[in-house]
């Protein structure tokens, strides 16, 4: 290591796709304020066609840029990221942020002050201030029935969406939680090599939930610091890609293939299948013309290709 160039505490991570006014404003949210701690930052362009390459290497020379040619998708260009970064913590960090001066020295003190803890994770909150409660306990297979099919009428469902979304929990004060926001998680480089990066056969959505699990199941908690506290707008890439609800299922069998077996994996595209069936039912017998319902039964026949497809 160059004594003129210590080693930086934190690598931010950051993959960016077609977000250029987000980008900027969360990068100069890391490079011109005074964090408390060393900073690298890197960020993974997937191919943006809004310009927000050529902007980062005009307006922040010091970041460390990856330029793919296409959207390789967030889990890749975490892992990419990763790959290059020199800090010995890493936090990977959605473009759609903007980081506090105190929100990363928090939370890498949490971890050097707590050596057992595997990552940490900050409050969200959202432009107006208000908190995101978005915390999550760990998905299960009624999940996937539930999201399916609704059932917003029955006592089971309410209760079970609750207890997933943890709405038994004010998101105001710290505590371990098994999947904090994905928006932002700060890791030990040691643990990042030892437990992995995202699983890249998730490409955009579980795959936060997949790295979470498999912190937990090392043995190190995760904690959620309310203390340190980013400003988050949310999907800014994600509600972008066309069939994000497709891809959303595919990786969503994916997860309970890895984690609870192919018996498992079976019975959620089963669920999936049966509720596609339906809605093509519905619109077979609807009051809708000919022509508008062949094209939707299209649609709906590619997003069950993409989602069973493996």
Same mark, same amino acid.
């Given at each position: 290591?160059?004594?003129?160039?210590?080693?930086?505490?934190?690598?931010?991570?950051?993959?960016?796709?077609? +977000?250029?006014?987000?980008?900027?404003?969360?990068?100069?949210?890391?490079?011109?304020?005074?964090?408390?701690?060393?900073?690298?930052?890197?960020?993974? @362009?997937?191919?943006?066609? @809004?310009?927000?390459?050529?902007?980062?290497?005009?307006?922040?020379?010091?970041?460390?840029?990856?330029?793919?040619?296409?959207?390789?998708?967030?889990?890749?260009?975490?892992?990419?990221?990763?790959?290059?970064?020199? /800090?010995?913590?890493?936090?990977?960090?959605?473009?759609? +942020?903007?980081?506090?001066?105190?929100?990363?020295?928090?939370?890498?003190?949490?971890?050097?002050?707590?050596?057992?803890?595997?990552?940490?994770?900050?409050?969200?909150?959202?432009?107006?201030? %208000?908190?995101?409660?978005?915390?999550?306990? #760990?998905? $299960?297979?009624?999940?996937?029935?539930?999201?399916? #099919?609704?059932?917003?009428?029955?006592?089971?469902? $309410?209760?079970? $969406?609750?207890?997933?979304?943890?709405?038994?929990?004010?998101?105001?004060? %710290?505590?371990?939680?098994?999947?904090?926001? /994905?928006?932002?998680?700060?890791?030990? $480089?040691?643990?990042?090599?030892?437990?992995?990066? #995202?699983?890249?056969?998730?490409?955009?959505?579980?795959?936060?939930?997949?790295?979470? =699990?498999?912190?937990?199941?090392? /043995?190190?908690?995760?904690? #959620?610091?309310?203390?340190?506290?980013?400003?988050?707008?949310?999907?800014? %890439?994600?509600?972008?890609?066309?069939?994000?609800?497709?891809?959303?299922?595919?990786?969503?069998?994916?997860?309970?293939?890895?984690?609870?077996?192919?018996? +498992?994996?079976?019975?959620?595209?089963?669920?999936?299948? /049966? %509720?596609?069936?339906?809605?093509?039912?519905? +619109?077979?017998?609807?009051?809708?013309?000919?022509?508008?319902?062949?094209? =939707?039964?299209?649609?709906?026949?590619?997003?069950?290709?993409?989602?069973?497809?493996?």
């Amino acid at each position: 290591m160059d004594p003129g160039h210590p080693r930086p505490d934190i690598s931010v991570v950051i993959p960016s796709w077609n +977000t250029q006014g987000l980008t900027r404003d969360c990068l100069h949210s890391l490079l011109h304020q005074d964090h408390g701690c060393r900073l690298e930052v890197v960020v993974v @362009d997937n191919g943006s066609h @809004d310009g927000s390459a050529d902007m980062i290497e005009r307006e922040f020379p010091e970041v460390v840029l990856i330029r793919n040619e296409r959207n390789e998708y967030f889990s890749k260009a975490c892992n990419q990221g990763a790959a290059v970064a020199t /800090g010995r913590y890493v936090c990977y960090l959605n473009s759609d +942020t903007i980081v506090t001066p105190e929100a990363l020295r928090r939370m890498m003190a949490f971890l050097e002050q707590h050596p057992g803890h595997g990552a940490v994770a900050p409050r969200l909150d959202n432009p107006d201030g %208000s908190v995101q409660p978005i915390c999550r306990r #760990f998905p $299960r297979l009624i999940e996937v029935l539930i999201d399916q #099919f609704g059932f917003e009428q029955y006592e089971f469902a $309410r209760r079970y $969406r609750d207890h997933a979304a943890m709405k038994d929990f004010d998101h105001l004060s %710290s505590a371990d939680v098994e999947q904090p926001p /994905g928006a932002c998680l700060l890791m030990r $480089r040691t643990d990042v090599d030892e437990i992995g990066g #995202f699983d890249e056969s998730m490409p955009l959505f579980y795959s936060d939930v997949d790295l979470c =699990l498999r912190i937990w199941r090392s /043995g190190r908690p995760i904690r #959620f610091l309310a203390e340190a506290h980013i400003f988050h707008v949310g999907s800014a %890439s994600v509600v972008r890609h066309p069939l994000w609800r497709a891809e959303f299922m595919r990786n969503q069998v994916r997860y309970f293939r890895k984690h609870g077996g192919l018996v +498992t994996a079976l019975a959620a595209k089963g669920i999936i299948l /049966g %509720s596609g069936l339906l809605v093509a039912l519905r +619109t077979l017998v609807g009051p809708r013309p000919l022509r508008e319902k062949r094209e =939707l039964i299209g649609q709906l026949g590619r997003s069950m290709q993409i989602a069973l497809g493996g």
